[in-house]
């Protein structure tokens, strides 16, 4: 099975979140399941059948961390010598041609994608149209809208 490449600030996020599940939320959810089960009958008790479904999902999400964080291969794009070589991790300053405007985007994975951040997915047409160009170079990004020609002004490991 091939990795699917994160950041370190993406395997960070999951990492916390992981914690913070399994350390505040999971207790917590037992204790109110706990406290439901003294109430009596659990066929018709909403608070046992709401902590039990809190406990489903937060179950789900651990298990979907766990998948995503072994399933990964982070990339540290600071310990990567810049070449001006548009990769996975980069940052990248763009130069939209028709309207003179400037746009920076982080190239990251998909679960990090978070565009009004300036964090795109590695999958995404910009990126696809990014990857392996320099400074300097013209792309063509094809989208819904219609094409949008962009030169590469900066590629940084940031």
């Known amino acids: 099975m091939r990795k699917v490449p994160m950041t370190i ?17 999971r207790p917590k959810i037992t204790q109110a399941i706990a406290e439901a089960r003294e109430h009596g009958d659990l066929k018709e008790n909403a608070e046992y059948h709401a902590a039990r479904e809190q406990q489903s999902f937060c179950e789900g999400r651990i298990k979907e961390i766990e998948g995503k964080l072994a399933d990964s291969e982070i990339i540290d794009i600071r310990a990567i ?11 990248v300053t763009l130069y939209n041609v028709e309207n003179d405007n400037l746009v ?10 978070d565009v009004k951040n300036g964090k795109i997915s590695v999958g995404s047409p910009i990126s696809r149209a ?7 170079d013209e792309i ?19």
């Open 9 to 25: 600030d993406g395997a960070e996020r999951l990492r916390e979140e992981l914690s913070e599940l399994k350390t505040v939320q």
């Open 81 to 91: 010598t810049p070449t001006g070589k548009v990769i996975f991790g980069t940052t």
């Open 104 to 113: 920076t985007y982080q190239i990251v994975g998909e679960d990090e994608a």
């Open 130 to 136: 990014m990857m392996g160009k320099e400074e300097g």
């Open 140 to 158: 063509t990004v094809k989208a819904p809208g219609g094409d949008t020609l962009y030169e590469i002004e900066k590629v940084e490991h940031l």
